[in-house]
Structure formats: structure tokens, C-alpha cells
């Protein structure tokens, strides 16, 4: 799925190395890397967005899976408990500072994951931490995923003081999470969180991350881009706005444009998109913020299918 990442890996925001090229067989690889979506496929997104908009959901849904979206995450980690989601394996190598806090001699450093899920990257960091000193937050707005990640071995056999502490906070709320103060938190991870909220949270959902952050702190941000295969593929009855979307099984969904995540972590004051150190005074510092495409083959079918992620770090000046 989302997760998944060819063998071969480079630095990181350089998204594999498998390239296609003039006079290659583009169906002797499952995979590759890179490939900017060709005219017929354009042309298939474009009809597909028109379909949808034009089979959109009921005003009556709309009002229902937007109320209280955290029900239908209990709903879908009851079902789906901890086994839906892989660890994500491939976090250090896209974003080192996970590796480097967990280091011995690193010393104090508190990381908070945002929107966790089943602690798919909180476990991770946990179990190869060696950093005595390394306090990490896991917190989502479902109660239910907070049970699975306190039920686990992992959390439960931690050593006092306990290195992991998982609780249900709302990322787009008006209160801070249990157990941190304002300017408290190193790095804050964001991985397919910000695409489950709703476009008029994003502006709460941002400050609060720039309110919890120290200054200097950066946000390691993950998620998916327009034109994706996953929006591509939604079916009538799903659209709920543009590049917004409900799934069967009620979970919401954004589809983000790289302009856009710029505009959205910047404070909405930066216009260029050449530059990749700039800030406005109120909004972060866009490190770097990339986009992974990924064309996916079915040798069989003779299938050409997209896969697009955005990726970022986006810092919090140091001179506020």
C-alpha cells in the first residue's frame, strides 16, 4: 500500500532509483519510480473527477461523516484492530531524525506522533530506542486506536519511567495533548494524518502543531497527492468536495497539490514555489516538500496504474 518502497533506496526525498527510460519495457518491473502520469491517463483522471462530482454525497451524509468523524475510526480500528497497517520501516530512511533520537547519546529530545493509528510508527521508534533521555507521544482522535496501542506487549512492558504514553487528542481541537505544554516538542510527525481532516480544520490542525513545537522544531510530513490512484478510483456516492472524499467505510480523505501544502504549512503567504528555504513570520519554514510518483504495472492485465505522495519537512523559525 501507501507504505510499500522499492528495494533499492537512495537519500532521502529521492524515492527509489528505478527510472524508465526511452526503449524501456515498462512491463518488466512491477514498479517505477518517478514517472510523471502520461496524456491518456490525464485525460481518465479528469473524466473520473467530472463523474464524481457529479455523483456526489447527500447533503444528509455529508452532514453525517463530517459531525463526528472520530466515530468512524473506533469503527474501522475495531474492525481492523493492529493488523491493517505495516510498520513503517521505511520512516528512518525518508526522515534520519527518527533514527538519530533514538541513539544513546542523543539526549533529551521529545518526538509527538500526530493521528497514530496502531502505533505504526511509534513502535517502530520505540523498539530501536536507545536514548534514555527520548520521550515520544503517540495521539489520535480515536479512542479506539489509543486501546490497541496501549494493549499492546510493547506498551505494556515498558520499563518506568516509560518511554512511549499514547492518549486520545484531536489534532484540529482547541486543547494541547496530555502531558505537553506549548513549545515543548522536537519533531512532530505527520504521516496520512492531515489528509483524514476536513479542509476548515487545516488552519487549527497548523497551529497547533507551530503552538507545540520548540522553536527550530520541524514537522516530518507524509501524505497523499492529487491525482493518486486511490482518488482516481472512488466511485460515485464518495465525493463530499473537491479533492475530498468518504470511504465505504466512512473514513474521510484529502488529496493534497505540492502549491497548496506550501501555501496551507507557509501561513498561506508564500508564493513562490522555486524557493525551498522560505517563511512568512507566522507560518513554518518549508525545508523541503517533494512529490513521489510511483507508476504501478500489472504485467498481466498490462495495466498502467499512479501512486502520488507528498512529503515534507516544514520547520518552526528559530527567531520567532
Same mark, same amino acid.
Given at each position: 500500500d501507501s507504505q510499500a518502497n522499492p528495494q533499492k533506496r537512495t537519500d532521502p526525498f529521492q524515492f527509489g532509483t528505478r527510472f524508465l527510460e526511452e526503449g524501456d519495457d515498462i512491463f518488466a518491473h512491477n514498479a517505477w519510480d518517478h514517472v510523471e502520469v502520461d496524456p491518456q491517463y490525464?485525460?481518465?483522471?479528469?473524466?473520473?473527477?467530472?463523474?464524481?462530482?457529479?455523483?456526489?454525497?447527500?447533503?444528509f451524509d455529508k452532514k453525517r461523516f463530517?459531525?463526528?468523524?472520530?466515530?468512524?475510526?473506533?469503527?474501522?480500528?475495531?474492525?481492523?484492530?493492529a493488523n491493517f497497517f505495516k510498520d513503517r520501516k521505511w520512516l528512518v530512511q525518508e526522515f534520519p531524525i527518527l533514527g538519530d533520537v533514538t541513539k544513546a547519546?542523543? %539526549?533529551?529530545?521529545? !518526538?509527538?506522533?500526530?493521528?497514530a493509528g496502531a502505533g505504526n510508527t511509534a513502535f517502530p521508534v520505540l523498539a530501536q530506542n536507545r536514548n534514555p533521555e527520548?520521550?515520544?507521544?503517540?495521539?489520535d482522535y480515536s479512542k479506539k486506536a489509543i486501546e490497541v496501542i496501549r494493549s499492546q506487549e510493547a506498551y505494556t512492558e515498558q520499563k518506568q519511567p516509560a518511554v512511549?504514553?499514547?492518549?486520545?487528542?484531536?489534532?484540529? %481541537?482547541?486543547?494541547?495533548?496530555?502531558?505537553?505544554?506549548? %513549545?515543548? !516538542?522536537?519533531?512532530?510527525v505527520m504521516i496520512f494524518i492531515f489528509s483524514a481532516l476536513s479542509p476548515d480544520q487545516w488552519e487549527q490542525g497548523v497551529a497547533n502543531a507551530y503552538e507545540l513545537l520548540k522553536p527550530g522544531g520541524e514537522i516530518l510530513f507524509r501524505d497523499y497527492g492529487r491525482g493518486d490512484l486511490a482518488q482516481v478510483r472512488f466511485k460515485k456516492g464518495r465525493y463530499l468536495g473537491e479533492n475530498f472524499y468518504v470511504r465505504g467505510d466512512g473514513t474521510r480523505v484529502y488529496f493534497f497539490e505540492e502549491q497548496e501544502l506550501r501555501e496551507i504549512w507557509s501561513g498561506k503567504g508564500w508564493s513562490s514555489s522555486s524557493e525551498e528555504e522560505s517563511h512568512t513570520a507566522a507560518g513554518f519554514e518549508i525545508v523541503k516538500l517533494a512529490v513521489d510518483r510511483r507508476?504501478?504495472?500489472?504485467?498481466?492485465?498490462?495495466?498502467?496504474?499512479?501512486r502520488c505522495w507528498m512529503q515534507g519537512r516544514f520547520r518552526k523559525p528559530s527567531v520567532q
Open positions: 490525464h485525460d481518465f483522471i479528469e473524466h473520473q473527477t467530472l463523474f464524481q462530482r457529479e455523483n456526489q454525497v447527500s447533503d463530517n459531525a463526528q468523524p472520530e466515530k468512524w475510526w473506533d469503527k474501522f480500528y475495531s474492525n481492523n484492530n547519546e542523543y %539526549g533529551p529530545v521529545t !518526538v509527538l506522533e500526530v493521528g527520548l520521550k515520544l507521544h503517540a495521539c512511549l504514553q499514547a492518549d486520545v487528542w484531536d489534532a484540529a %481541537g482547541t486543547e494541547l495533548p496530555p502531558g505537553l505544554e506549548a %513549545g515543548s !516538542v522536537d519533531v512532530i507508476m504501478l504495472v500489472n504485467r498481466q492485465r498490462k495495466l498502467k496504474m499512479y
